[in-house]
């Protein structure tokens, strides 16, 4: 098969290797689509891979084109996604159902050879299928709305209540659209693009808000009667977007971060004095899993594809490109603020 390659830092190369193979409990998935996550980005510019050669990518869908002995429930032409964990199953978080939180797991993509290819090998255990009506590009991004509904579940989110979205990247639509399905009474996105606060409210969102406004903070009380917001979501991992949320919370609030952070965070004595003020309740979300694995973000995820209540808009889709061009897809990279949004690799027939 051909596969996009890593060999060294900014090294990516579309050749020829070999396909695997279906061995007990596993599946082979054809790859129709695969999404560029915000992870691999450093894996391919940066130095950031565990090792050479890799193939990276772990957001696909596709067919499933072969099954292994002890698999059942599947069959070959199923369209499918995996989840790209491999929890050990063996320690105690993964006894407990918190597959995330294992710290012997393996991953798709980054420890074991990903969706940057014709072909993908995943455990059965973790195969999750789509409605053929699904698009395969809307389904490439079946991981990342896990990912943005376990940090719903992690916040503990009732309907009826305001929500406010920090970071209007893949991440936060997502959330800011499960937030709208499961009910939110208002939901209000944040961000510093006026093009992505606009895809926001097509998505079904309530309101976006452009942070650079002087006055984005009186703006974003005002859509809540100055009480501020039941949940607050942050998804850029940034240090003014975490402070961000402390202010727009509300008294007996919750506070998720979803967002991965790469340098320190830090607050003013004032800033982190909202907490105690405000007596808001602040959690962290890792990854999208859940008993039985991989969990009900999963399954939900296919549910809610299937009836139409996460709804799929082109401008989620930055740039869409062949396999073999996966390093022009990479090169945008390294000019700021010219990708707005997924890029999206694609197998032809």
């Not at 020829?16 to 992870?39: D, Q």
């Not at 891979?49 to 059942?72: K, Q, R, S, T």
């Not at 074991?112 to 999750?128: C, E, Q």
């Not at 090169?331 to 694609?346: A, I």
Request: glycine share 10%; hydrophobic share 40%.
């Amino acid at each position: 098969m051909k596969a996009a390659v890593l060999h060294a830092n900014r090294d990516l190369r579309y050749e020829e290797i070999e396909k695997p193979k279906a061995g007990f409990g596993e599946v082979v998935i054809r790859v129709k689509a695969t999404g560029v996550c915000g992870s691999d980005i450093p894996r391919v510019l940066y130095d950031g891979a565990h090792f050479y050669p890799i193939v990276l990518g772990h957001e696909f869908a596709g067919i499933i084109d072969e099954i292994g002995e002890g698999v059942e429930g599947l069959n070959v032409g199923d369209y499918a996604t995996g989840a790209p964990l491999r929890p050990c199953m063996k320690c105690p978080d993964c006894a407990r159902g918190n597959y995330s939180l294992c710290k012997h797991y393996k991953f798709t993509g980054s420890s074991l050879f990903g969706s940057f290819a014709d072909y993908v090998k995943v455990p059965a255990a973790g195969v999750v299928t789509f409605d053929k009506s699904i698009p395969f590009e809307q389904a490439a991004f079946f991981e990342p709305y896990t990912i943005g509904l376990h940090g719903i579940r992690q916040a503990k989110m009732q309907p009826g209540k305001t929500v406010a979205v920090v970071g209007a990247g893949t991440i936060g639509m997502m959330t800011a659209q499960w937030c709208v399905a499961l009910g939110a009474r208002k939901v209000v996105v944040f961000d510093i693009a006026k093009e992505r606060l606009d895809l926001a409210i097509r998505l079904g969102c309530d309101a976006g808000i452009n942070t650079l406004d002087e006055d984005y903070k009186e703006q974003a009380m005002a859509l809540t009667d100055g009480v501020g917001y039941d949940y607050v979501y942050e998804t850029a991992g940034q240090n003014i977007t975490q402070r961000i949320c402390f202010e727009l919370a509300g008294n007996k609030s919750t506070v998720c971060f979803i967002g991965n952070s790469a340098k320190d965070v830090s607050f003013t004595a004032k800033q982190f004095e909202l907490m105690n003020r405000k007596e808001f309740y602040l959690t962290g979300s890792w990854m999208s899993y859940s008993a039985p694995f991989p969990g009900e973000e999963w399954r939900l995820t296919a549910e809610y594809f299937a009836n139409g209540k996460l709804k799929f808009d082109p401008g989620l889709i930055s740039g869409k490109f062949p396999m073999k061009d996966a390093w022009k897809a990479f090169e945008m990279y390294l000019t700021p603020g010219l990708v707005k949004g997924k890029q999206m690799l694609v197998n032809e027939d």
